[in-house]
Nanobody
Framework: QVQLVESGGGLVQAGGSLRLSCSVS????????MGWFRQAPGKERVVVAS????????YYADSVKGRFTISRDNAKNMVYLQMNSLKPEDTAVYYC?????????????????????WGQGTQVTSSS
């Protein structure tokens, strides 16, 4: 069973920065495409960013382009989300997700139903 544990959430003033981390168990992390999702109160869980197995390909939701950066360290089984210039509308629970995939590294996943494993989430609050 693959386990994902997020950390790094918290309360920050608008305009500030946070770095989320996600630790993934198992010895096959390099075969997983990864994603970060968020869910605000009363809203659906939506993709924020995703990254291919090697880290060579990334995807960002329009709402975070230019402010957030997703990265991964396959030697440490870690994926990160650097969040800069945070806005009050970024407030949500942020989830890390993993998708084991045999496909070409260029393939990215962005739909919630494509991911097989999920963390418990970490709260991010950006106050105005």
């Amino acid at each position: 069973q693959v386990q994902l544990v997020e950390s790094g959430g918290g309360l920050v003033q608008a305009g500030g920065s946070l770095r989320l981390s996600c630790s993934v168990s198992g010895r096959t992390f390099r075969t997983y495409a990864m994603g970060w999702f968020r869910q605000a109160p009363g809203k659906e869980r939506v993709v924020v960013a995703s990254i291919s197995r090697s880290g060579g390909y990334t995807y960002y939701a329009d709402s975070v382009k230019g402010r957030f950066t997703i990265s991964r360290d396959n030697a440490k089984n870690m994926v990160y989300l650097q969040m800069n210039s945070l806005k009050p509308e970024d407030t949500a629970v942020y989830y890390c997700a993993a998708k084991p995939t045999p496909y070409a590294d260029s393939k990215l996943y962005t739909r919630r139903d494509e991911f097989d494993y999920w963390g418990q989430g970490t709260q991010v609050t950006s106050s105005s």
